[in-house]
C-alpha cells in the first residue's frame, strides 16, 4: 500500500467524522425548533390567560368578586401550566441528549474501527526494519483509543448528571406548586366560611 492508499484511508476517517458533525448539529437544529416551539407555545397560552385574568378583574363588581377570580385554584392553574411546560422541556432536552449520545457512541466506534483498519495496513506494508517505530506507534494508537474511552465514559456521566439534573427541576417545580396549593387551601376555606 503506498502513500496516496494511507491517505485516503485517513480522508475516509475525516469523512465519517464531518458526517457524525453533521449530524449532531442538524440535531441539535431540531431541539432547538422544538424548544422555540414549546416557548412560543406557553408564552401565547399566558398571554390569553393573563388577559382572560385581567379581562375578569376589570370586569368584577365588587371586591368579593375579584378575590374570588384571584383564588388558589387560578395560582394552581398556573403553576400546573408551569409544571406541564416543566416536564415538556425536560422531554425535548432528555430525547436530545439521548440521540446526541447515540451519535457520540457511534462515531467513536466508527472512528476506532477506521483508526484499526488504517494501523492494521500501515502495520502490514511497514518496510522492514521499522519493528521500533511500528512499536511506538502501537503504543501511541493505544493511548489514543484510551482517550476515546474516556470520551466515552465522560460523555455518558454528562447526559446521567443532565438528565438527573432535569429530573430535579421537574420535582422543584412539582413542590413549589404542592406547597402553594397546601398554603392557599386554607385560606380559600376561611373565605367560603365567612
Do not use: C, H
Amino acid at each position: 500500500m503506498n502513500q496516496d492508499q494511507i491517505t485516503a484511508k485517513l480522508s475516509q476517517i475525516n469523512s465519517k467524522g464531518f458526517e457524525a458533525s453533521f449530524s449532531l448539529s442538524e440535531a441539535a437544529l431540531e431541539n432547538a425548533q422544538k424548544l422555540a416551539e414549546l416557548n412560543y407555545a406557553a408564552s401565547k397560552d399566558a398571554l390569553v390567560n393573563a388577559q382572560d385574568g385581567i379581562q375578569q378583574v376589570l370586569t368584577a363588581k365588587d371586591p368579593k368578586q375579584v378575590t374570588e377570580i384571584l383564588s388558589a385554584d387560578a395560582f394552581q392553574a398556573a403553576g400546573s401550566q408551569a409544571a406541564a411546560y416543566q416536564k415538556k422541556v425536560t422531554k425535548v432536552l432528555r430525547d436530545g441528549s439521548k440521540e446526541f449520545a447515540n451519535v457520540v457512541e457511534s462515531s467513536i466506534d466508527q472512528l476506532q474501527d477506521g483508526f484499526q483498519d488504517w494501523i492494521n495496513t500501515v502495520v502490514a506494508n511497514a518496510p522492514a526494519g521499522s519493528d521500533a517505530f511500528i512499536s511506538s506507534f502501537k503504543t501511541a494508537y493505544g493511548s489514543a483509543l484510551q482517550g476515546f474511552e474516556q470520551f466515552r465514559a465522560a460523555s455518558k456521566e454528562a447526559f446521567a448528571t443532565a438528565e438527573k439534573t432535569a429530573d430535579q427541576a421537574v420535582d422543584a417545580v412539582q413542590g413549589q406548586i404542592a406547597q402553594v396549593k397546601k398554603a392557599a387551601t386554607p385560606a380559600s376555606r376561611g373565605r367560603k366560611a365567612a
